[in-house]
């Protein structure tokens, strides 16, 4: 059940679907957690903002207070006269002026009432209370602030409001102090003003005013005046030692509420802004719906897709899966389910009309096959030739797409006339004669010629064929040497010409009916000639056996591998190829059990399990084979299928083994090379436009020298370009062998000196120890300067400190030089070794540590020096790299071959042969 559900297609589609709604609901939840932090900062700000214009406003309005208070002292000194009625005069005037004060005090030093104002609440002498204020004013020369309720006794009235107390001093000496209440209502008023604003447009607003002990001075409640509240208002005893901040906290209901709290300046005061954060938060709240909504969309929608999916591609596919194990017993034994699937007009119908033709194919092959082994039966079961002819008949009718077959019999003038004909009108069987003259009959031109003759009927010439509704018709001579030659006719109404392999399998079946006539009309014969059928039949025996070697030589000659099996999965039969990739002889195959050759395929890499598997089903079946010395996998493409009878019994089985190593190569070649060519063009084609286009932009002017710059990295990039399209065309043309070479005699150090000068040094040094004496090298200079300039490049990129450059005549070929370019570099690990040199190959460590490149310069360098018929290696240790070629000698005797070879190629001097025989013109 577990494999299943992993090659499961729906499993894997909702896997992805559930991770990309996954994706989408992370993301939706990390917008929701964004927006809630910039909506709930938004708010905070706003709050603060509003506190901070309330404490502005307070602290102009105490102001305000204290510098009336002030003006009322002054106008007392300057009245000259504390009479009570000329006080309560000055009083009353003040507070018309000042609507929100309450009472007016005169006191003396003391603190006792000398005039209050309204007159008749208080008496004279009457001690003011609290007497905290009244010591704050006296030592003090700025008024004295305290917020509570003014008690007056003997009265006993008390007044909630903000006291402020000024001591009245002239010329030194103190006359008394002056005291106002200013009524906390009046404060709260703009408060309660911005609340009903904020109320009118749904909102729930409070806004608390607090003095330095924490009692509530001001407030959007009324009832709330007078009362110690720090601790209910988060943030507000900072705000009070002078810190403006906002902070989330439980509100008067018992939810969670922003207060944001501003001190007021100079009094040491604070004003708290509160809100709902619910309230404040409503948008995200609707986000959170959205969001819901969107998740429930993505369930409905996959359950409707996924319903969709398995009812309309998985339940097909799975359908025809399982339909399609084996062919079916004939064509009408086709699935009615494939057949309705057949009709649809998408992907799933085209798959089951491909399935349908596949096995109509397979079926029409294997009826092919059964027709000839019946119409060898027959001539076996029967010597009536009209009987024999009737069999050849039916089974031609039944192997091919004719409407008609006719076996014409020359008479003794050689006129062809019906011998047995099915399909055809009485008038073609009873009037047809064809003469040996009338050469525009297929008939007499098959017998004449003795091979397939085939046209289209068109009416042109008569025709009793044509006249029946007949377009095209095959004759194939039956020619027999000892009892007369007969010609098989068929005739098909679709004027259409018969394929090859029709007129090859009817021409095979001309052959049993030549074996089928003579068997037939010898028997007939009389029984003098008993010796002459017997001389016949050994013949024909030994035909009949060539024909079985013939059939041998074929199954051996095969590139596939061909077991054949019997019903009790014994190997009836193996040919060389199957011997060769099992890597057994055919003794040990031939009469053992199919799993002897499962067992030889394991032995050589092949999966045990895989194996085991094909053991016991009859499906195409791939598996990757890997050679036990570490070279490339070895790919067998292993199909099993059954072979049946007519009636549908399984007489047998086969199994067809193809390598298709080099298929998988190619398919891995051209991946690598697109994947190569990709990545490598990508780049300079990136920094070509990205400079291109900088160049071309109107709004800048670019000094000469940028200019300069930016079209060198354009010829830069564009040469890199360039090189590698030529690299990949020399490595094309060297494995088509049209790698065109200029050789000429070059001196070896001159040469390495040359490509030395070209390479800029990096932090190892390059050394050349090249004998001045060596001959010079037969090479095309240009190509061989390409490989040292790969090889020294390499050397000094993963080189330590030095690179030597040296060669030396071959000790082994007298006219062979050798170049070696050593480093002393970390080395190449020793697996890796013998793939340096293949196409796209990038060591998986080691040497891979400087990035860049496509894999093509040791490639290209083993082309160009095998190309000169010399060969390249590298031999490699933790102490360094050694890469070594060689090259031929430019001779007396090499100048000779080559001159020879110009000659023989008719080119010119400049041509280069290699070793191996071929020729490469020159450029």
């Known amino acids: 059940m577990r494999p299943t559900v992993r090659r499961s297609l729906l499993t894997r589609l909702l896997t992805v679907y559930l991770l990309f709604v996954l994706v989408v609901l992370l993301g939706g939840v990390g917008i929701n957690t964004l927006v809630e932090q910039r909506l709930r900062s938004d708010v905070q700000a706003a709050d603060q903002a509003l506190a901070e214009e309330i404490a502005r406003e307070t602290s102009l309005q105490l102001l305000g207070a204290e510098q009336a208070l002030q003006s009322l002292g002054r106008l007392v000194v300057e009245s000259q006269s504390e009479t009570p009625a000329t006080l309560e005069r000055l009083f009353e005037a003040w507070h018309d002026a000042r609507s929100d004060v309450d009472h007016v005090y005169w006191l003396d030093p003391f603190g006792a009432v000398l005039v209050a104002w309204p007159a008749g609440h208080v008496t004279a002498g009457a001690e003011f209370s609290p007497p905290t204020v009244v010591e704050q004013a006296l030592k003090s020369s700025q008024p004295a602030f305290e917020v509570g309720i003014v008690g007056l006794a003997p009265s006993r009235l008390a007044t909630p409001g903000v006291i402020v107390a000024q001591a009245v001093r002239s010329q030194g000496h103190l006359r008394g102090l002056i005291a106002a209440s200013f009524s906390l209502a009046e404060l709260s008023l703009p408060l309660v003003n911005v609340v009903q604003a904020q109320q009118r447009q749904s909102k729930h607003l409070m806004i608390t005013v607090i003095d330095g002990d924490g009692v509530v001075v001001a407030a959007s409640e009324r009832g709330r005046l007078l009362e110690t509240a720090l601790s209910e208002l988060p943030g507000a005893a900072l705000a009070l030692q002078g810190q403006s901040l906002s902070r989330a906290g439980p509100g008067p209901d018992g939810q969670d509420w922003l207060f944001s709290s501003v001190p007021v300046p100079k009094v040491g005061w604070a004003v708290v802004v509160e809100r709902p954060a619910r309230e404040a938060l409503a948008v995200v709240d609707q986000f959170h719906l959205w969001l819901l909504l969107v998740a429930l969309l993505f369930t409905l929608g996959g359950l409707f897709f996924w319903l969709l999916l398995h009812l309309r591609v998985i339940r097909p596919l799975q359908a025809l899966a399982g339909q399609h194990q084996a062919l079916p017993a004939s064509a009408d034994a086709i699935p009615t389910a494939t057949l309705l699937l057949a009709r649809q007009r998408d992907e799933i119908g085209d798959l089951a009309r491909s399935l349908i033709r596949l096995e109509r194919d397979g079926l029409r092959k294997l009826s092919e096959l059964h027709t000839l082994l019946e119409t060898s039966n027959a001539v076996v079961r029967s010597l009536d030739p009209r009987a024999v002819i009737e069999e050849i008949m039916h089974e031609v009718q039944r192997l091919v797409d004719v409407q008609a077959v006719a076996v014409l019999l020359p008479d003794e003038q050689g006129v062809l006339r019906v011998l047995q004909s099915s399909g055809h009108s009485e008038r073609y069987d009873r009037l047809l004669s064809l003469s040996p003259a009338r050469v525009s009959s297929a008939a007499v031109l098959a017998l004449r010629s003795g091979q397939p003759v085939q046209k289209l009927l068109d009416g042109s010439q008569p025709s009793f064929a044509y006249d029946d509704g007949f377009r095209a018709v095959l004759a194939l001579p039956i020619i027999s040497h000892h009892v007369?030659?007969?010609?098989?006719?068929?005739?098909?109404?679709?004027?259409?010409?018969?394929?090859?392999?029709?007129?090859?399998?009817?021409?095979?079946?001309?052959?049993?009916?030549?074996?089928?006539?003579?068997?037939?009309?010898?028997?007939?014969?009389?029984?003098?000639?008993?010796?002459?059928?017997?001389?016949?039949?050994?013949?024909?025996?030994?035909?009949?056996?060539?024909?079985?070697?013939?059939?041998?030589?074929?199954?051996?000659?095969?590139?596939?591998?061909?077991?054949?099996?019997?019903?009790?999965?014994?190997?009836?039969?193996?040919?060389?190829?199957?011997?060769?990739?099992?890597?057994?002889?055919?003794?040990?195959?031939?009469?053992?059990?199919?799993?002897?050759?499962?067992?030889?395929?394991?032995?050589?890499?092949?999966?045990?399990?895989?194996?085991?598997?094909?053991?016991?089903?009859?499906?195409?079946?791939?598996?990757?084979?890997?050679?036990?010395?570490?070279?490339?996998?070895?790919?067998?493409?292993?199909?099993?299928?059954?072979?049946?009878?007519?009636?549908?019994?399984?007489?047998?089985?086969?199994?067809?083994?193809?390598?298709?190593?080099?298929?998988?190569?190619?398919?891995?070649?051209?991946?690598?090379?697109?994947?190569?060519?990709?990545?490598?063009?990508?780049?300079?084609?990136?920094?070509?436009?990205?400079?291109?286009?900088?160049?071309?932009?109107?709004?800048?002017?670019?000094?000469?020298?940028?200019?300069?710059?930016?079209?060198?990295?354009?010829?830069?990039?564009?040469?890199?370009?360039?090189?590698?399209?030529?690299?990949?065309?020399?490595?094309?043309?060297?494995?088509?062998?049209?790698?065109?070479?200029?050789?000429?005699?070059?001196?070896?150090?001159?040469?390495?000196?040359?490509?030395?000068?070209?390479?800029?040094?990096?932090?190892?040094?390059?050394?050349?120890?090249?004998?001045?004496?060596?001959?010079?090298?037969?090479?095309?200079?240009?190509?061989?300067?390409?490989?040292?300039?790969?090889?020294?490049?390499?050397?000094?990129?993963?080189?330590?400190?030095?690179?030597?450059?040296?060669?030396?005549?071959?000790?082994?070929?007298?006219?062979?030089?050798?170049?070696?370019?050593?480093?002393?570099?970390?080395?190449?690990?020793?697996?890796?070794?013998?793939?340096?040199?293949?196409?796209?190959?990038?060591?998986?460590?080691?040497?891979?540590?400087?990035?860049?490149?496509?894999?093509?310069?040791?490639?290209?360098?083993?082309?160009?020096?095998?190309?000169?018929?010399?060969?390249?290696?590298?031999?490699?240790?933790?102490?360094?790299?050694?890469?070594?070629?060689?090259?031929?000698?430019?001779?007396?005797?090499?100048?000779?071959?080559?001159?020879?070879?110009?000659?023989?190629?008719?080119?010119?001097?400049?041509?280069?042969?290699?070793?191996?025989?071929?020729?490469?013109?020159?450029?």
Request: aromatic share 6%; net charge negative; proline share 4%.
């Open 484 to 923: 007369g030659s007969v010609v098989l006719v068929v005739h098909r109404r679709e004027p259409r010409l018969f394929e090859e392999h029709e007129v090859q399998l009817l021409s095979t079946f001309a052959n049993y009916a030549t074996l089928a006539w003579e068997h037939a009309v010898l028997y007939e014969r009389s029984d003098e000639r008993l010796r002459q059928v017997a001389q016949e039949n050994a013949r024909l025996y030994r035909r009949a056996t060539e024909e079985k070697q013939r059939l041998a030589a074929i199954m051996e000659s095969m590139q596939d591998g061909l077991l054949l099996l019997g019903t009790d999965n014994q190997i009836l039969y193996a040919n060389q190829a199957a011997c060769t990739i099992a890597g057994l002889p055919r003794t040990a195959l031939e009469g053992k059990p199919i799993a002897a050759f499962y067992e030889a395929l394991q032995a050589t890499g092949a999966e045990a399990a895989a194996c085991a598997q094909a053991l016991n089903q009859i499906e195409p079946a791939t598996f990757l084979l890997e050679n036990g010395e570490g070279r490339q996998a070895r790919t067998l493409q292993l199909r099993l299928f059954a072979v049946q009878s007519e009636t549908g019994e399984t007489i047998g089985r086969g199994l067809l083994v193809r390598d298709v190593t080099r298929e998988r190569e190619l398919d891995e070649f051209k991946t690598t090379l697109l994947a190569a060519v990709g990545h490598e063009v990508r780049t300079p084609l990136a920094a070509i436009k990205g400079y291109a286009s900088t160049l071309l932009q109107p709004d800048v002017l670019w000094s000469p020298e940028e200019q300069q710059q930016f079209l060198q990295t354009i010829l830069q990039e564009a040469d890199r370009l360039t090189q590698l399209v030529r690299n990949l065309l020399d490595l094309s043309r060297q494995e088509a062998g049209l790698l065109q070479l200029r050789c000429t005699p070059v001196d070896p150090r001159a040469l390495v000196l040359a490509v030395g000068e070209r390479i800029k040094s990096g932090r190892a040094t390059l050394t050349v120890e090249i004998p001045a004496g060596l001959p010079p090298v037969l090479v095309d200079r240009g190509r061989i300067e390409i490989v040292l300039h790969n090889l020294i490049s390499n050397a000094l990129l993963y080189g330590a400190r030095q690179v030597q450059v040296k060669a030396w005549r071959s000790p082994d070929e007298e006219e062979t030089l050798i170049f070696a370019v050593l480093d002393d570099g970390p080395g190449i690990a020793p697996e890796e070794l013998p793939h340096i040199f293949e196409r796209f190959y990038r060591a998986s460590r080691g040497r891979r540590q400087h990035a860049g490149g496509t894999g093509l310069g040791l490639a290209i360098c083993k082309a160009f020096v095998e190309a000169h018929g010399g060969r390249i290696w590298a031999q490699s240790s933790p102490q360094g790299t050694a890469m070594c070629f060689s090259l031929p000698c430019a001779s007396q005797s090499a100048l000779t071959t080559l001159r020879e070879g110009v000659e023989e190629e008719g080119g010119s001097s400049d041509g280069c042969r290699n070793r191996q025989g071929q020729a490469y013109s020159a450029c």
